[in-house]
């Protein structure tokens, strides 16, 4: 009777092959979290203002000067004499609703031109880093 026992050799190539098959696991492994990383990375970029800021800064500008125009639109309700109301409330008026939609629309007001005055510094770099390197 034969007896099927494995050869050194056939022990050998064997050890081998699970050697190449752990080495190309651990590679295979590395490669999926440096790609983990760099989505985190990218992601987290992409979550930031600036990262959206630094790469379109003039399609930021219109889109800021658009927003302002929509909510100061909105907020007016189209009409100049409501914003001529709305000038002369006075602090000892009995009702709050109006001081506190003249005080939303400067809070909009203040939160527009930071955002403008923002992005054109940006765009202010940008172009200044432009001329620098044409130089």
Same mark, same amino acid.
């Given at each position: $009777?034969? =007896?099927?026992?494995?050869?050194? *050799?056939?022990? #050998?190539?064997? #050890?081998?092959? =699970?050697? !190449?098959?752990?080495? @190309?696991?651990?590679?295979?492994q590395?490669?999926? &979290? %440096?790609?983990?990383? @760099?989505?985190?990375?990218? $992601? !987290?970029?992409?979550? *930031?203002?600036?990262?959206?800021?630094?790469?379109?800064?003039?399609?930021?500008?219109?889109?800021?000067?658009?927003?302002?125009?929509?909510?100061?639109?909105?907020?007016?309700?189209?009409?100049?004499? =409501?914003? +001529?109301q709305? +000038? @002369?409330?006075?602090?000892? @008026? %009995?009702?709050? /609703? /109006?001081? /506190?939609?003249?005080? $939303?629309?400067?809070?909009?007001?203040?939160?527009?031109?930071? +955002?403008?005055?923002?992005?054109?510094? *940006?765009? &202010?770099? !940008?172009? &200044?880093?432009?001329? #620098?390197?044409? &130089?």
């Amino acid at each position: $009777m034969e =007896k099927n026992h494995p050869s050194s *050799r056939d022990m #050998k190539e064997l #050890k081998a092959r =699970k050697i !190449a098959l752990k080495q @190309e696991m651990e590679q295979i492994q590395d490669q999926i &979290e %440096s790609s983990l990383k @760099e989505v985190r990375h990218s $992601m !987290a970029d992409r979550v *930031r203002f600036r990262y959206w800021v630094d790469r379109y800064p003039l399609h930021l500008v219109g889109t800021a000067l658009l927003a302002g125009f929509i909510l100061a639109r909105k907020g007016r309700g189209g009409s100049t004499k =409501k914003v +001529a109301q709305e +000038a @002369e409330v006075t602090v000892t @008026e %009995s009702s709050g /609703s /109006s001081f /506190s939609s003249l005080f $939303m629309q400067e809070l909009k007001t203040l939160a527009t031109q930071r +955002a403008v005055r923002y992005v054109m510094q *940006r765009v &202010e770099q !940008a172009l &200044e880093e432009r001329s #620098k390197k044409a &130089e």
